[in-house]
């Protein structure tokens, strides 16, 4: 029997309704739906009875009317719409069942919209809650899969406002049976099996039987695994949600910024939740993610590559840079870092001179002529900001160009004496993260680079006892 | 095939073993373990091989010398015994299946801790891992069972200090069967099957190729999805640990005491964990905790009744007291909380006087006279120690009899003048701790009560502006 007690405990604590306010009922005429517009009426929910004419069949029409007569009975609004959904079907290319189902909550939502109802109300069974669980574990699931499906979903596929309740989740279809045959309703046909693909057709009428003899109460046991696990899903959705706070330090639709150490201490099975919802974040319209993907990213989280970058299907990637995992479909979507860049011309620097950087915002140089000597050999000497640099010019007049690297250029930084090593060898030993590097700007006396401002000065450039004539040169940003 | 590389990596991150130091490995002669003795003696393990011959079949002798040889060919340590597992069954009303594994782990635990072995090491397959998660789904469980067997198991049944381990949990049979085969090993039939109960063969040979008509792929779902579980289980159970601290108050192989205000603000599922924990820790032997006791707890926690008992399946109450949930077999094994109580042999109080409250450690009366009136009014008009009582005794000779309270007690609060209430309602209107009441010292006049130490005194006793002679009374703990 149905308890309806519980029934309404459920509607009022899990699915959180307010009696007074009013519920856009799906009702197909079939024996679980037909109930549950009974049981609502009879508890005194507010109603609205809607019922889509999918338009597949010739006994359509007569359901219709079966659920028009239910609904004028009880003296409640009631809305109707019939769809062409093989023809939906077809220009979606999806299977009938699929089409159906859009359509149909399309079609809900839309009228809940417009009288303005706090939630769409459909009558799934406990039965229907362990078919999905089973479907689930089939194909592949984790915890969000095996938990089946909510009392009450917010933010649904629907919509962002309205709820999607199901508040017979834990009820048997043979109660429901028994509640329409003890109360007189007379439920058409159930063509809800329209809903049903083959797949879940052949779990119902042969899978869950034969698990039945392998334990007779696996019905109960599997539907209580379900609500057991729908709590162990939100406890570490909590989880994930704190640790989410510490992990993430930037997030957009275009990327999401992880902090790697951070991230390598977290155990195992949050890592995974941590690192599926970054990839939620940026690909909102994937139903199921990879195990792969998520598991490559996890040994990439504990060993990352030196060339720190991780092709993952789906269009991501995951990039490195410092203590920093990327993920994003492409290096040009991660935000501007407000680096020093400079564009592909070259720009000039005289002494004393002012120089706006071109291509970044904010940044220019400044340079002027030392006047007294001793005094900047010593400040060159413990010098700790490395966007400044004196420089020698003793030699030679100060004009130096302002250009980005270009294939082939080699330094010789300060302290390494007769060695030079190449531009982008250096790039990497001193970490500059990867996509500054294309449009670093260098300071260069003809073609041989003076100054990687930001990081080093060349060893010719040095001040030394023999200097005669020097320079200050700095970068700042505004 | 096999990858050793990957088992390696298993073997030393999952697993934890350190390839110099000793490990126990069971081998019953047959595929699974054969070839994982092969691959540790490959990869330079230091091993000791044992076998237990069950004593039930015939051909037993021949697995012993074949694995006995095994060992010898590879120069390896090696040990067996001879097991009376049939009687053992008998003699502990068990199957014949659960005496076979309890007594081959005993053996195996007995020699790994006579050899000071890191580890004992068994050979359980991708298929026996999927076997035990299916068994587990279909007996009913939830993150725990289904997340399956693990790679290291400590503590486990049989021992606190050695690690029980089982590195092929996802190398499947097949691959096993390819192993012997390449590499030239002669496994016995394999009567490991002896470990499989009926019901664990029913769902190898009928049940998973069922499953496979449903998806072809579903032996690897299962098995990623015990990964995944075993994850999120690991990740809750932290999350468990760190709440725990936040919920239990007290601990011990007795009583668990919970604060009820921080566990009603957890999460449902986590709050079934605690529960679960709670019970755990109580009934250590139990293997699985019922579902409905801990529902039962969780909708107590969330709604208590006004009596705070709650009598529990496997022998445990809940008793509400005050803002602690207490879970405990009976009333008795809850500590003493140090509260006065009296034995059922009376006591006298004289003025002035000393008297230790015999059955309560370190209670006592101290009585003294008052000698400036005005003084002892004024203080027991703000008197805001419930310890301590001002008492009129102008009427009468101040002696005084300490009892503790009688069936049919009632008492007249300072303040309802002219009405009195029953003791027992009285205690239960004040909220003392129920199992305080029985020997809560009173402090009574003949037989009328005068002061209900810690709670109030009776108002016929108070000082008036008529009182000519007063006492003052304390109940002290040192």
């Given at each position: 029997?149905?308890d309806?007690?519980r029934?309404?405990?459920i509607?009022?604590?899990?699915?959180?309704?307010?009696?007074?306010?009013?519920?856009?009922?799906?009702?197909?005429g079939?024996?679980?739906?037909?109930?549950?517009?009974?049981?609502?009426?009879?508890?005194?929910?507010?109603?609205?009875?809607?019922?889509?004419?999918h338009?597949?069949?010739?006994?359509?029409?007569?359901?219709?009317?079966?659920?028009?007569?239910?609904?004028r009975?009880?003296?409640?609004?009631y809305?109707?719409k019939?769809?062409?959904?093989?023809?939906y079907?077809?220009?979606?290319?999806?299977?009938?069942?699929?089409?159906?189902r859009?359509?149909?909550y399309?079609?809900l939502f839309t009228?809940?919209r417009?009288?303005?109802?706090?939630?769409?109300?459909?009558?799934?069974?406990a039965?229907?809650q362990?078919?999905t669980?089973?479907?689930?574990?089939l194909r592949?699931?984790?915890?969000?899969?095996?938990?089946?499906?909510k009392?009450?979903?917010?933010?649904?596929?629907?919509?962002?406002?309205?709820?999607?309740?199901?508040?017979?989740?834990d009820?048997?279809?043979?109660?429901?049976?028994?509640?329409?045959?003890?109360?007189?309703?007379?439920?058409?046909?159930?063509?809800?099996?329209l809903?049903?693909?083959?797949?879940?057709?052949?779990?119902?009428?042969?899978?869950?039987?034969?698990?039945e003899?392998?334990?007779?109460?696996?019905?109960?046991?599997?539907?209580r695994?379900?609500?057991?696990?729908?709590?162990d899903?939100?406890?570490?959705?909590?989880?994930?949600q704190?640790t989410?706070?510490?992990?993430c330090?930037?997030c957009?639709?275009?990327y999401?910024?992880l902090?790697?150490?951070?991230?390598q201490?977290?155990?195992?099975g949050?890592?995974?939740?941590?690192?599926?919802?970054a990839?939620?974040i940026?690909?909102?319209g994937?139903?199921?993610?990879?195990?792969?993907t998520?598991?490559?990213?996890?040994s990439?989280v504990?060993?990352?590559?030196?060339?720190?970058?991780?092709?993952l299907?789906?269009?991501l990637?995951?990039?490195?840079?410092?203590?920093?995992l990327?993920?994003?479909?492409?290096?040009?979507?991660?935000?501007?870092?407000?680096?020093?860049?400079?564009?592909?011309?070259?720009g000039h620097?005289?002494?004393?001179?002012?120089?706006?950087?071109p291509?970044?915002?904010?940044?220019?140089?400044?340079?002027?002529?030392?006047?007294?000597?001793?005094?900047a050999?010593?400040q060159?000497q413990?010098n700790?900001?490395?966007?400044?640099?004196?420089?020698?010019?003793?030699?030679e007049?100060?004009?130096?160009?302002?250009?980005p690297?270009?294939?082939?250029?080699?330094?010789?930084?300060?302290?390494?004496?007769?060695?030079s090593?190449?531009?982008?060898?250096?790039?990497?030993?001193v970490?500059?993260p990867?996509?500054?590097?294309q449009l670093?700007?260098?300071v260069c006396?003809?073609?041989?680079?003076?100054?990687?401002?930001?990081?080093?000065?060349?060893?010719?450039?040095?001040l030394?006892p023999q200097?005669?004539?020097?320079i200050?040169?700095?970068?700042?940003k505004?």
């Amino acid at each position: 029997v149905i308890d309806l007690s519980r029934l309404s405990h459920i509607l009022q604590q899990d699915c959180q309704l307010v009696p007074a306010s009013l519920v856009l009922i799906g009702v197909s005429g079939g024996p679980d739906s037909l109930c549950l517009l009974d049981i609502l009426y009879r508890l005194g929910y507010s109603l609205m009875v809607a019922h889509l004419n999918h338009g597949l069949r010739k006994e359509a029409v007569a359901d219709e009317l079966a659920v028009r007569e239910a609904a004028r009975a009880r003296g409640l609004s009631y809305i109707s719409k019939t769809a062409d959904v093989a023809g939906y079907a077809d220009k979606n290319s999806i299977s009938l069942e699929e089409a159906a189902r859009e359509v149909r909550y399309r079609f809900l939502f839309t009228q809940a919209r417009r009288c303005q109802a706090q939630a769409v109300i459909v009558a799934h069974t406990a039965d229907d809650q362990i078919e999905t669980v089973l479907m689930h574990l089939l194909r592949g699931a984790g915890l969000s899969g095996l938990k089946g499906m909510k009392y009450r979903s917010l933010p649904n596929p629907w919509s962002k406002e309205i709820a999607l309740v199901r508040p017979m989740l834990d009820v048997f279809r043979d109660d429901i049976q028994a509640y329409c045959a003890g109360t007189g309703l007379h439920p058409v046909f159930d063509h809800s099996n329209l809903d049903t693909t083959l797949f879940r057709n052949r779990i119902r009428q042969e899978l869950i039987p034969t698990l039945e003899t392998y334990n007779p109460g696996v019905k109960s046991h599997l539907l209580r695994m379900a609500q057991t696990l729908a709590g162990d899903d939100q406890a570490i959705e909590m989880l994930t949600q704190a640790t989410w706070q510490k992990c993430c330090s930037e997030c957009s639709a275009m990327y999401v910024a992880l902090k790697k150490e951070n991230l390598q201490l977290q155990p195992l099975g949050l890592q995974r939740r941590l690192v599926r919802r970054a990839i939620a974040i940026l690909r909102p319209g994937l139903r199921d993610i990879d195990f792969d993907t998520v598991e490559k990213i996890l040994s990439y989280v504990q060993k990352p590559s030196r060339s720190g970058h991780l092709d993952l299907s789906s269009g991501l990637k995951l990039m490195q840079e410092g203590k920093t995992l990327w993920l994003a479909s492409n290096e040009r979507d991660l935000p501007n870092r407000e680096w020093p860049q400079v564009s592909n011309e070259w720009g000039h620097l005289c002494v004393p001179d002012y120089v706006d950087l071109p291509g970044s915002g904010g940044w220019h140089f400044l340079s002027e002529s030392v006047s007294y000597l001793p005094e900047a050999i010593a400040q060159a000497q413990t010098n700790a900001d490395p966007f400044q640099v004196w420089i020698d010019v003793s030699m030679e007049q100060p004009v130096f160009s302002i250009r980005p690297p270009r294939p082939g250029d080699r330094f010789q930084p300060l302290g390494m004496d007769g060695h030079s090593v190449k531009l982008s060898d250096f790039f990497i030993n001193v970490k500059m993260p990867k996509r500054a590097r294309q449009l670093w700007p260098l300071v260069c006396k003809q073609d041989e680079i003076v100054w990687v401002p930001g990081y080093r000065q060349s060893h010719m450039s040095r001040l030394t006892p023999q200097t005669t004539k020097a320079i200050l040169i700095k970068l700042i940003k505004d």
